[in-house]
Structure formats: structure tokens, C-alpha cells
């Protein structure tokens, strides 16, 4: 069992940065890959990015791709989704995930956080 706690949301003007972490805790000896999806109101939850257990293989939905980076700090239990030339259809809640199974996922992760509000104004 993982439990994993999202921060960083907030509020941004378009074309502007954020930074999301999501902390790991519990069974974190466990090859975990992490990764990041979001739901925009009225629409279906979708994947944005994911990153392998050793950090050294990345996946990312076309709409993100070139703006957004995800990365981990295997020390600190911890994983970052770096958020520039924000748009306004990025406006979601950002959820973390975690799974054994190594991306891209073929179904729901099998870890989620609580989610964190973004919203990038026009």
C-alpha cells in the first residue's frame, strides 16, 4: 500500500509555470512507477504523464508533450510534474498515481492522491 499526497496547484495566468509534487509514503520500497492524470469539469479522467520506477523512461499525452516534464527524486519519495506555457484547457484536477505495472498503463493505476485544483486563466 502507497499512500500519495499532490501540492502545488494554484491559480496561473496562460503561458505561465507550475510546479505539482506528489509525496509517497508507506510501502515506498516497492519498484512503484508514478505518474499524473487530470479532470477538467464535466469531462473523463485522462493521463498527462508517467515515469518509470528507475526514472529513466518517460510517457506523455500529445497535448502536453514539449510543455510539461515529469520527474523523480527517488530519495525523497517523491514525484514533480513541471508545468510551462500553461493554456487554459490545462485547467483541471491534477491527480497523482502509482502502479507496479510498468507504463504506458494499460488500465487505472492502482494508487491515487486526492488531487490538487488548476486553473490557468486566459
Known amino acids: 500500500q502507497v499512500q500519495l499526497v499532490e501540492s502545488g496547484g494554484g491559480l496561473v495566468q496562460a503561458g505561465g509555470s507550475l510546479r505539482l509534487s506528489c509525496a509517497a509514503s508507506?510501502?515506498?520500497?516497492?519498484?512503484?512507477?508514478m505518474g499524473w492524470f487530470r479532470q477538467a469539469p464535466g469531462k473523463e479522467r485522462v493521463f498527462v504523464a508517467a515515469?518509470?520506477?528507475?526514472?529513466?523512461?518517460?510517457h506523455y499525452a500529445d497535448s502536453v508533450k514539449g510543455r510539461f516534464t515529469i520527474s523523480r527524486d527517488k530519495a525523497k519519495n517523491t514525484v514533480y510534474l513541471q508545468m510551462n506555457s500553461l493554456k487554459p484547457e490545462d485547467t483541471a484536477v491534477y491527480y497523482c498515481?502509482?502502479?507496479?505495472?510498468?507504463?504506458?498503463?494499460?488500465?487505472?493505476?492502482?494508487?491515487w492522491g486526492q488531487g490538487t485544483q488548476v486553473t490557468v486563466s486566459s
Open positions: 508507506g510501502r515506498t520500497f516497492s519498484r512503484y512507477a
Open positions: 498515481a502509482a502502479d507496479e505495472a510498468i507504463p504506458p498503463w494499460r488500465r487505472p493505476p492502482d494508487y
Open positions: 515515469i518509470s520506477w528507475s526514472g529513466l523512461t518517460t
